[in-house]
């Protein structure tokens, strides 16, 4: 087997050398569009984090087997294309859900708190010289203990113990909304202008799932026509994010961004490796295992 790893370096110090044990390994650190065609093809088994897998980079190639998605998202791999010409392809779920809500926290803290306002505030000098008063910030839920609500965009997640609640009702009741669903058909520019007009004009997004998710410039004019009450994200359309995006131009305290680090815990990424370790050992067997395709 030939195995080739497109995007090492968005996974850290990760031991790659592990791979050996399947076969030959090729590691790149990264992999820009024009090189992908040349570097997948000899390999077997394709393993990449964000690199795009198209059916333009795959066509004609009939060495690929696998493809394994180092992330629980799969929405850069043409999967109709590996239907048709039964290429695996394979995930990893649920590994990063700890570090997921630490970050959602953090932004959503930072947001309600500002906490790095009063950081700089101090840094400065400023609260030395003046005094301060602070009008009571929103109670964020009791201190988390809000009474908590969700949506299914699939309608097959069922949660016993939470309420499920209509997307029309989320948008018109809610107070903060974190989303966290896959980039499908269905869910791309879920969140747009139009949507934005019905929430409470005090309401908090948080966005840990997929940029496109989110119509970009929609939430930026959202913002800057103070229809909502701040958007933190961690996710964006083109990652990394390109200096013409619609949201840098948003100079306000009501953004707060982090750089799709949600997911990239030590831990996490331990995780993750584990089990795309495990995905290719039950691909090499026959077995099927977080299958995709």
């Keep these: 087997m030939k195995i080739v790893v497109l995007d090492a370096k968005t996974l850290g110090d990760t031991p790659f050398d592990k791979l050996q044990k399947y076969g030959e390994v090729k ?22 984090n964000k690199v795009i897998i198209d059916r333009e980079v795959m066509e004609g190639n009939e060495n690929i087997k696998l493809i394994g998605v180092l992330a629980t998202g799969y929405n850069n791999v043409d999967i109709e294309y590996c239907k048709e010409h ?81 997307f029309e009702e989320m948008i018109k009741t809610s107070d903060i909304i974190s989303i966290h669903c896959p980039l499908t058909d269905k869910t791309k520019g879920l969140f747009n202008y139009k949507v934005f007009q019905e929430m409470k004009k005090s309401v908090i997004i948080i966005n840990m799932a997929r940029g496109p998710i989110v119509v970009n410039d929609d939430i930026a ?48 990424r331990e995780r993750l490796f584990n089990e795309t370790l495990k995905n290719i050992e039950s691909f090499l067997k026959g077995e099927y295992r977080n299958r995709i395709v």
């Design 86 to 166: 039964k290429i695996g392809v394979v995930n990893v779920a649920g590994y990063s859900t700890e570090s997921v809500t630490q970050i959602c926290i953090g932004l959503l803290m930072e947001l309600t708190n500002k906490i790095s306002k009063f950081d700089q505030y101090v840094k400065t000098g400023k609260y030395s010289h003046q005094d301060i008063t602070c009008v009571e910030v929103t109670k964020i839920g009791k201190g988390l203990g809000a009474k908590v609500y969700y949506y299914s965009t699939t309608g097959k997640h069922e949660d016993q113990e939470i309420e499920r609640i209509s």
């Design 221 to 268: 004019k959202a913002l800057q026509e103070n229809l909502i009450g701040g958007y933190g994200t961690d996710v964006f359309d083109e990652e990394p994010i390109k200096a013409s995006n619609k949201l840098l131009e948003v100079r306000s305290e009501k953004i707060v961004f982090s750089p799709h680090i949600g997911w990239a815990t030590i831990e996490a």
């Design 27 to 48: 590691i790149y650190e990264r992999t820009e569009k024009e090189e992908r065609k040349e570097r997948i093809k000899e390999a077997n088994i394709i393993l990449t």
